[in-house]
């Protein structure tokens, strides 16, 4: 009888809800769509990490509402009012380069191509969810809510030794969760960082102490994670993203504040993390003056050298140096990438390449300084009863955190490491955009 009650509810339940998006579709049909983008995307984001499928087919779902919500509000669009759009031209230009020069255009074209449903469509999916606070801070809890149920994963893989999503052994000793190796860190590590801003959410209605447990509780999971994976890149990523965020909130000219603590208060995060690893052995001075990478940069390097003005093509770095007659000293015969995005685009795509792929990169990264600081300093001097800018502030440190996590991690077109930085540039380009505008109606 029990049973039968509640599946009576639930059906009327959701034909209530059917019924009411009916009537929303009829009477308000931008709104409704920008419903769906929004409500697709969150889940993109709250379940990244859930399996290579769900990163395929979530992006195109968000494309579609993104189209029909740009049918009937175009003009109220981020991207109708985005007066930097040709930063991304540089970034298709690089695209295109690093395909037609390539000694094997298909295979470029097919390497590169793998970011069309995902990275290469995000940014413009993201900007658009950010219409108030409420967005920002609903999309902050996706990411809070990522980190907890992938940083439980980790804990339980720790303790059985797989992980209860995919069924992923360690890796090497290493934690792996639902990625399946132990770059998860670096994932891990990009999440906490927008994730960190629940901080300020609590604070609104937590004391200090009560906030300093509840953080800790939810995204303590996922730093034990981020340890248990002993990802390096993503430790630096998120030391740095600390540096980045005492540079923005810096309020005088003093260079001791602007430079020396920063970077003092960084690298003791980072002396922190390295201790706290249990794979001590990854961390050690031997290890990483032996580590592979810099023979890895130096073959990138040599390719560059071979190739310099439009590089040797996307997805060619293997192909490129055994042409040369070379091979790597540690890593195995069949490594694809340097493990540095920025010899990965130097010998891809050569100088004709790479300096549009930086302006794109770096572009967005100085033009949504600009405009995210202004307000962040506002409220964190008390003159703005809000968290808008504090919320978008994080994002643009996930993205300047992502180019830190770079330096030594990666391929560019990787797909899901692409996905969540360009996820995190379009939130800030949306923040930023609508945030100026709600301050300059006129």
Partial sequence: MRLRHLLTWSFARAAGVAAQLAALHEGNPAEFWFAGLFWSFWATLALFPIGYGWREAMPPACLVCLLLYYRHAWACSVLARLQVLPLFYCFWAMLLIGVLFSGQPVHSLLHAGTGINKGFILPFIAMECVREEKDLRR?????????????????????????????????????????????????????????????????????????????????????????????????????????????????????????????????????????????????????????????????????????????????????????????????PITISHPHNVYLDLLYAHGIVGFVPGMVFLFGFLFWGCRRVRPGLLAEWRGKADSLYWRLAAAFWVGYAGWLVNGIFGHDFYRTWWLALAMSYLGIMIGSAVNGIQSENPS
């Avoid at 339980?156 to 052994?169: K, T, V």
């Fill in 139 to 331: 999309l902050v809890w996706a990411c809070v809510f990522a980190c907890f149920w992938q940083g439980l994963d980790g804990v339980w893989q720790a303790y059985s030794g797989w992980d209860f999503i995919m069924g992923y052994p360690l890796s090497a000793g290493r934690l792996t969760g639902s990625l399946g190796d132990y770059p998860v860190g670096n994932y891990i590590a990009l999440a906490l960082i927008p994730a960190g801003a629940l901080w300020f959410i609590l604070r609104e209605k937590f004391c200090r102490a009560v906030s300093v447990l509840l953080v800790a509780a939810i995204l303590g999971p996922a730093c034990y994670l981020l340890l248990g994976a002993a990802a390096r890149s993503g430790m630096l990523a998120l030391s740095a993203a600390m540096a980045f965020w005492w540079w923005l909130v810096r309020q005088d000219d003093c260079a001791l504040r602007r430079y020396c603590l920063p970077i003092v208060a960084s690298s003791g995060l980072l002396v922190l993390l390295f201790a706290l690893t249990p794979r001590q052995s990854l961390l050690s001075s031997a290890t990483v003056l032996a580590d592979g990478r810099w023979n890895l940069w130096e073959l990138a390097w040599r390719v560059f050298c071979d190739n310099p003005w439009f590089g040797a093509g996307a997805g060619q770095y293997n192909a490129a140096f055994r042409a040369l007659g070379l091979t790597p000293s540690y890593d």
